[in-house]
């Protein structure tokens, strides 16, 4: 079997570590939205192609994170990346449950518990948002109150 990355049906495939987190194009919707801010110091922004997003570890109240990428070899560069960053356990890559995305790169310390009708709750407090910010969220997808200006990230885990 060939590879196709850098051909002309496939574009050459990268992923880097943007020397500061808040040039990420996100860290102010990030910042925002989680409860441990000091996490955003710790995060890397990853950039895939021109613009660089956050890749926010674990800790504090965060016990999981994810990344969307367009293309499973975008993915396993981000997962390369981050691979022996602090904060980033159990990496892998799977499909994302969000139509606009085809994968996700996930990390995480342990699954968060679901089954009830507080699911974006929980979620919310798996990966550390803040209490305003998963309201916000419920709010907007539950009830169409328009978001802010900042368009929100393909992630049924963003509140």
């Not at 660089?52 to 800790?59: E, M, N």
């Not at 892998?92 to 709750?121: H, I, M, N, Q, Y």
Request: hydrophobic residues 35%.
């Amino acid at each position: 079997m060939t590879n196709n990355f850098g051909s002309v049906r496939h574009p050459a495939v990268t992923a880097t570590a943007i020397a500061f987190p808040r040039d990420a194009y996100d860290f102010e919707h990030s910042e925002q939205r989680i409860s441990d801010t000091w996490l955003l110091e710790e995060s890397v922004a990853v950039g895939t192609m021109r613009m660089p997003f956050l890749a926010v570890p674990v800790g504090g109240t965060r016990r999981g994170g994810d990344y969307p990428v367009s293309c499973l070899c975008f993915g396993l560069k981000v997962r390369d990346l981050l691979l022996g960053q602090p904060g980033f356990p159990d990496l892998g890559v799977r499909w994302s449950p969000c139509p606009e995305t085809c994968f996700v790169v996930e990390w995480r310390e342990g699954p968060p518990k679901l089954g009830s009708d507080r699911d974006a709750t929980t979620l919310g407090r798996f990966y550390g948002y803040s209490e305003a910010g998963i309201a916000a969220f419920i709010r907007r997808k539950c009830h169409g109150t328009p978001s802010s200006a900042v368009p929100e990230p393909c992630s049924p885990t963003a509140p």
